[in-house]
């Protein structure tokens, strides 16, 4: 199904039955309204007014779109702000309160917002939720988007100090757990602990890591409320929320999921592009500045489908042309909207909706494309939203099963928080590490799952984890217990729980399966890291390198000062540095072929990538010129054919 | 005339007559004195000292000099910020206090201080109106410099909110005029407004115009009220202000100079070149490090001739030695500070005079030069001010007609504005685009004025607007009016007068002279910004590309991807993309030669320019070699010959 | 000797008896401890407790070992704090108060905190002053570090008002020396006056350096209250302070060194060779980054040495293996450990202690090695620091007398905030190229003091002040009483004592040595510096050229425009600009082979250093590779031989 977010408010209301009328011809099934419209809900304290909002949905509704209710929790009003203005937020970095003129201006610690954030969904749930036309509700809008989850209000270190007293019961067990005897910040009480910002130099990492633990905690709780303001008046509705992945927010997304139906995902993959791509150089980054890098929507649309049992997820906001909030802003290639929709149901989708109907001409996103322009016009999406509706209708695409890969890669939050807090090397960065080993399954042509340790780990032929920096006994066994074949990267098992260095040395827990000992770690500048041998072949080592004493695990590889690489125990490997893309890839496809795997790998361009679902193995084309799809001879094409266009995609049938 | 700037105040008395006998042996007219001395001329709250300045400019009136008085407004002392502490700036990047300790330590929304402002210039005005040796005024100094315009003080809050309803009379106005409904954003009462610094993530592009426009009209209210105080009693004396180009204060200098005779201007070629060359090459910066880039200056000169009706203009303070506040700073070359001062003269000046008459020992500026060095022996440009005072006596530079360029561009503080709040893409630079245009145009041998839609259009033969952004219907029939050939940048009519898409899309009211629609902008990175065809010759395209629907206009060139670059309808012409240089010049050669335009042009290299005025031609060789001069066969020189001398000047009369 | 640092509150006291055995039996013989350790001294108001550090110190004792205990003043804990939250520093930068959490939240400034802190000193000097098996005491920890010198807190203002209350006596003298006059900064009354900090633009250079010099007395008045507080229980003890170079601190380490025994130093090679290379090139960095620079460590030894009179000094913290505070944190290369220790007592130390004896596993610095890790396994410096202390005890190194050099370099707080509060140009750094000179006669296989103007200069043979900014009449009178050659870099004497340009011009009171006047100075940026000519050689220029009028002293080296680079007078030369590394290994080289000074130089290359102390050669071989030593045929080598391998270290006897 596809659809589009609409915002009624913005326009005037002689317009709705035509946009409507419009909506429907152009194949659209659903329509996202209400996320950013409290002002126009309650003008005034007291002051509501739905009558808007139900002749809105009446309109869509008549036209035979079902709706989804995003809830304005994102924006509360000036009036509210001036009443309360504790609800706004603090910028751990400077010490300033953010202020009302945007978005997000809220606290999650604010207990009072909370009560009034769940209170306005809630009055929206009970006048809607049994209401035929609306299908679904989205949560707040964003959560945590720019930069929002950390704030350390006056409210906020009130909450961490009860999170504290909570997580450790004495002040001593929280010393002792912080090592705080080690400059002398030992408390004597929990009234006592601030927020970790704002001090001489840096302050405990198990103290930060607490922080962000708590911070994760608000959020989700904060959005718990949401949900459970909403689900007693929703009967079938389902309940989303679209995401800002992990990466950059901060955030446990995965706690954050819990309660919803399913996930959403705003995809703009040539404003990410530009911010992932900041630092290549021009001629790198032309190739993919009006396509996306063609692994960056793919990773996020796999962390969001993993994000709920449900193994489906939607994509609330599909970029239909330039955006207006990277630092370069270029049109998609012809052709590129219906391939990004495709590669969205390829990976699980079941709805892409476009994001927005028509261009706003006013406010800070009137440079962000619409699939009319401001004087109703079509614009360059247009045509390529009406094929791509006819093809996935066709081909029953949003009714595939999920896909089902036999790789999973496993995040986690208090990794990534490690490794922030504690990088130790400043070109050690967690999220391009991620997509690195990513882009090494993917350039094998294999599907992969995005998750959590908590998650149901059997099925996996191969679970990779490129850094599970924090991992319990718990987890080490149901890792084991999953009988896949095990990878792990360096900084693996190097923290407790309250960031400190494992009794017995690094890998900690994960002793029980790789029974070696981190020695030591060096971190090496770009250009200094050195190299790694591996079945007579040199790769370039990075970044980090963890020196390994091997113990009875078996040494594969080794760096060039002839320390371990590579070992191996069992089922289980150890990669002890960060290195180049070609060594993931070669050592990826030498795992895949060994026996009890059994994976059958491709070696696919960097511009070109395939994925399966339901008996379905699409190829995707993310080069400027036509590209042979990696079919099998005599493969029986449903869509496409064996040589691919420019920008565009074959379907063929799995065998 | 020369002159000099000149601080009895930092001086011992006894040194002021011979002082004010070698500024007239060196053949100095003018004097200016008194900008900073607020705190001699009041040490205490109402004690008022003048005798000290009296007997200063009775000493220079002795010697033959004229004296122009600089009102010391610009740095209020101590005790009266200690007294009124409300006085001071708030940076609203920071919300940090702007403090005392150097200048320009004053809000321009505090009525308080305009008050005492004007009262001390009237004190002055009163006291000196009448004196035969006062020749005129300075206003203040540097009016905005440091980044002085803004400021989120409370009062420039509650001055804004003032502002506000003087503009839109009701809330709901202002609420539609801003798009306020996007996100929420609606006020119920203008005293819920703030200034748009400080939230969560951009504020709308409207709030940020208003803020804009409104800090503008501030400094020109209070700059007004100077004018006031002093127009009374001066009589025949003249009233200026030495201006900051608009491109760094972000303040319509337009409106700032009304009510001035002339305007001023402050030439510091080398600083000013550090910092415009700032990510130059060492290589191509080492050119221009001791002469200026040769199109800095010149358009420094050409904004401020025709910042007022009299087309004439002071340099107030010229550079003739190393200054101490750019990143590195050098000496001039040998012969620069003659060639600046006649390149004054060319573009318009009546008055050149040099900061300052003794290096100061002490305080902010002891490592910038003077005429004089601290132990009173004479520096550097000492010899060359001697050679040029002849030269230009001689020539009789200063009673020379303004010049009468053909060619105008337009700026627009609103368009500069709105390029800043909505940059799209981090490599769009407005300063940078404006000088781009204007060294093509200079490239070719050609004057130019830089004028407000606002002005007097007729007589030009081209009229050039690299981005008018805003335009109303006004000016656009005034642009018809003109006559002329007009060019329009991307982007010109691209807004509001409230920062919105045009209804019918932009370019908006310019679709009277150019009916195309813009369709879509994108903005790309720096070697990311593909081509654009012209005649039969490749160009290269950057930064920024509007996607034009021509309608009947006809289309001349077309980008790579065959979209429109260059579109023209009758007179008009828009280009709808940034270039490279030899575009423009091309481009801007091939109008020159077209019937009607008529304008003869050369092909001159980058180090060498030349201008016109009165009958005169100038050429300015900036290259460390000798070049031919560009003037024909058997011109008559009255300064120089056909073969022009490194860094030297060349004068012939026109035919 | 040798040493650890160790911190017995970290550990459980039944861990502590075999901590001292393995510690006897590595051959340590010093143990520094208590340095942080105010909360388990005192962890209540009022609540002494101090057994558990006698058990500690008795421990120790009886495994022979020698204690010096560290004060605990660093580190005040969070209930003082409460209790009085105006001892912690305000940033100058943010104006924000700069909290607890960390370590060094105090103010110098504070009163309150400046007695609390002598308070504790003194009690612990009372109970440990007559303990037999404590040899001494380290003052706080680092004072300065984490830019803590400078704070603009409320009670700085105030000590700072009285500061200049004291140094000018009337407010008329104040407005006077700094030029006050110049921008109507002129007070009334000292209480007007604030901490030079958050105005509009830069305030002026004499109220920059009097804060400078004002927290610098701080700092120093702060630091003699310590010692105090110690001194009259210390008895034999020692009295040490472990320094940041002032470099860093800005801070005068001569006068904050005045009242100790001698000055220690802590050693982190990799770490600050990873900060000063920070803009090197891979190929560059790879040389140094597992050694260290092979000047660096020598650059702060020499500096360390001569704090006091006593010319010994304590290497009281050696990095044994990665820290975890540089930008990237690699190992030591192998041999590294051994080579740094063994260079230490080369350059005067008396005693070398590693930093720290078992590596923490919680808080910050964790990722910091030890002697042992946190396994209580036995790091990778263990067999080095095993096979240094034999040497080290076999050859008596600790035993032998100071180094005594016939060159020195002079430093100057002073001189060095002059160029930090007028750098005039960006390139120009006064750190790298004071170690650009030091590098210089290094290289030449020369020893180098590094001392004060108000050092015993005599016995020297070439006194070298690269940029003695401010200079004395005392000053120039002690220089040319000590009958050395005497060498000024540019801007030597171009400030007065309230940084203004000397009445005659630079250089000032050192016209008395050279009579020359600089008439003018220029900074260049990156590769356009030109170049000078010096005996037919041609070398670069760079950064800072002053222009001199020589007058009768002789010009030897001219700048490519002619202007003079190198005058000398009799004993005395001025070097007017800055050069490239091979004119100073030229010139200097050039100076020792004089009569009268008589210098045998070599010519070394970058990764091989010797020093001399008492009779020995040593040779430090920096480099990957063997390199044959720099000894005369048939030297008596005490250690090594003729080929020093890669990383290794030769003794011989002098001859």
């Known amino acids: ?90 910028d751990p970095h400077t010490g300033r309160v953010r202020g009302f003129g945007s978005r997000r201006h809220y606290d999650f610690s604010s207990r009072l917002y909370r009560d009034l954030a769940a209170g306005i969904s809630e009055k929206l749930a009970r006048h809607y939720g049994g209401h035929k036309a609306v299908i679904g509700w989205q949560t707040d809008n964003e959560l945590c988007c720019h930069e929002t989850a950390l704030s350390i209000s006056p409210q906020a270190v009130v909450a961490f100090r009860d999170w504290c007293r909570a997580r450790y019961g004495t002040i001593a067990a929280l010393n002792e757990a912080w090592g705080n005897v080690f400059w002398s910040m030992e408390y004597n009480d929990f009234s006592e602990i601030e927020a970790p910002y704002g001090a001489v130099t840096e302050t405990a990492p198990a103290h930060r890591l607490a922080f962000r633990r708590f911070t994760s905690d608000q959020v989700a ?56 791509l900041a630092d290549a150089g021009a001629e790198e980054f032309q190739r993919f500045m009006r396509t996306g890098h063609p692994d960056l929507g793919a990773w996020t649309f796999d962390q969001s489908r993993c994000l709920t049992p449900s193994r489906q997820f939607w994509v609330m906001e599909q970029q239909p042309g330039p955006v207006n909030w990277a630092r370069h802003n270029p049109r998609p290639a012809s052709g590129m909207v219906r391939l990004w929709t495709l590669e969205a149901f390829a990976h699980g989708a079941t709805c892409v909706s476009y994001f927005r109907w028509r261009q706003a001409p006013f406010a800070q996103e009137q440079m962000h494309a619409g699939l009319l322009r401001p004087d109703h016009s079509e614009a360059e999406a247009w045509p390529e939203i009406k094929a791509v509706e006819a093809e996935i209708r066709q081909l029953k695409l949003a009714d595939l099963p999920a896909p089902k890969p036999k790789i999973a890669m496993i995040v986690s939050a ?47 032929r191969l679970i990779c984890a490129p850094v599970l920096s924090i991992i319990s006994e718990a987890e080490v066994e149901a890792l084991q ?24 040395l690094a890998p900690g827990a994960l002793r029980a399966l790789l029974p070696i000992r981190i020695l030591m770690a060096e971190t090496l500048r770009p250009g200094c890291g050195g190299s790694l041998l591996w079945q007579g072949k040199h790769y370039s080592a990075r970044a980090w390198r963890d020196h390994v004493d091997p113990g009875p695990a078996e040494c594969l590889a080794r760096f060039d000062d002839g320390s371990p690489a590579l070992v191996q125990s069992g089922q289980a490997y150890y990669l002890a540095g960060l290195t180049d893309a070609p060594f993931l890839r070669d050592f990826f496809r030498h795992l895949c072929a060994l026996p009890g795997l059994d994976l059958p790998t491709l070696d696919l361009p960097d511009d070109l990538r395939i994925s399966r679902r339901g008996g379905l193995v699409f190829a995707f084309n993310y080069a400027a010129k036509a590209q042979p799809a990696p079919a099998p001879d005599g493969a029986d094409f449903v869509l496409g054919s064996a040589m691919i266009p420019a920008h565009d995609v074959a379907i063929w049938k799995d065998i």
């Open 414 to 460: 208090p990794s990534q928080w490690v490794t922030e807090i504690e990088r130790q090397g400043d070109s050690y960065d967690h999220e391009s590490l991620m997509r690195q080993y990513y882009t090494a399954f993917r350039s094998l042509g294999l599907d992969v799952d995005i998750v959590s340790t908590e998650d149901d780990l059997t099925g996996y």
């Open 481 to 504: 217990k999953s009988g896949a074949t095990l990878v792990f990267g360096p900084r693996s098992g190097g923290k407790t729980a309250d960031c400190a260095i494992p009794e017995g």
């Open 221 to 276: 709780l904060w959005h718990r409320a949401m949900i459970a303001a909403i689900r007693p008046h929703a009967g079938d509705q389902f309940i989303t929320h679209n995401f800002i992945p992990m990466a950059e927010t901060g955030v446990d997304n995965f706690a954050l999921a819990r309660g919803l139906d399913f996930a959403s995902y705003d995809n703009y993959p040539l404003g990410r592009t530009d911010l992932v």
């Open 1 to 90: 199904m596809l659809g589009v977010c609409y915002y009624p408010e913005h326009w005037s209301p002689a317009l709705w039955p035509d946009d409507a009328r419009r909506m429907a011809d152009l194949g659209l099934k659903m329509v996202r309204i209400g996320e950013f419209a409290w002002s126009r809900l309650e003008p005034k304290p007291g002051a509501w007014q739905i009558d808007w909002l139900d002749q809105a949905i009446e309109t869509l509704a008549n036209a035979g779109l079902k709706i989804v209710i995003g809830t304005p929790t994102a924006t509360p009003p000036k009036w509210l702000i001036d009443a309360h203005p504790d609800i706004l937020p603090v």
